[in-house]
T-cell receptor
Framework: AQSVAQPEDQVNVAEGNPLTVKCTYSVSGNPYLFWYVQYPNRGLQFLLKYITGDNLVKGSYGFEAEFNKSQTSFHLKKPSALVSDSALYFC???????????FGKGTRLSVIA | DTGVSQDPRHKITKRGQNVTFRCDPISEHNRLYWYRQTLGQGPEFLTYFQNEAQLEKSRLLSDRFSAERPKGSFSTLEIQRTEQGDSAMYLCATALGGVSGNTIYFGEGSWLTVV
């Protein structure tokens, strides 16, 4: 069965600095990887996904993520953090065959002005 | 707004009462998912539909929970004889089926508080 690990409960970064939110996954076949963001009392908003092709995926709001098959990782990155990026970030994975998304526990990002 | 719509957004109920949540999907999205999220946790899968057929149910979906999607459009999630442990946010999500890489889009969620 597929699983996702987000090793950091909280990431703090200064505004303007680069940010990284870590994610590792486990699947039996080819992974389909997703990042979502959640603001307080809101649903999840889709940021980006990796399906196939280029390992570097670009998404909404300047975020990008790098797929690394050998390390089974899909870390979320942004070159310059904004205070408005402060939110809860979820990594998710699904296997081929339209299985449901499996989510990590989430990482709270706090960007400090 | 053409996104996933959920109603009600907030529900407070007494233990033992029944509650029902509704989800209206993005038009033409034939896959519909229900997830549950508690504080400090990621969303946990409950069940999903392909059109009107319920294809998978999680072990988290006890006998008190039932979901329907009668005409392959909107869906309802009913919780009978609510317990305090049912307090959570219930998220609906939809996608175009047929391709594993299709994005799943979430609604704003329905918060349930059982007192």
């Amino acid at each position: 069965a597929q699983s996702v690990a987000q090793p950091e409960d909280q990431v703090n970064v200064a505004e303007g600095n680069p940010l990284t939110v870590k994610c590792t996954y486990s699947v039996s076949g080819n992974p389909y990887l997703f990042w979502y963001v959640q603001y307080p009392n809101r649903g999840l908003q889709f940021l980006l996904k990796y399906i196939t092709g280029d390992n570097l995926v670009k998404g909404s709001y300047g975020f990008e993520a790098e797929f690394n098959k050998s390390q089974t990782s899909f870390h979320l990155k942004k070159p310059s953090a904004l205070v408005s990026d402060s939110a809860l970030y979820f990594c998710a994975v699904r296997e081929e065959g339209n299985t449901p998304l499996v989510f990590g526990k989430g990482t709270r990002l706090s960007v400090i002005a | 707004d053409t996104g996933v719509s959920q109603d009600p957004r907030h529900k407070i109920t007494k233990r033992g009462q029944n509650v029902t949540f509704r989800c209206d999907p993005i038009s033409e999205h034939n896959r519909l998912y229900w997830y549950r999220q508690t504080l400090g946790q990621g969303p946990e899968f409950l069940t999903y539909f392909q059109n009107e057929a319920q294809l998978e149910k999680s072990r988290l979906l006890s006998d008190r929970f039932s979901a329907e999607r009668p005409k392959g459009s909107f869906s309802t999630l009913e919780i009978q004889r609510t317990e305090q442990g049912d307090s959570a946010m219930y998220l609906c999500a939809t996608a175009l089926g047929g391709v594993s890489g299709n994005t799943i889009y979430f609604g704003e969620g329905s918060w349930l508080t059982v007192v």
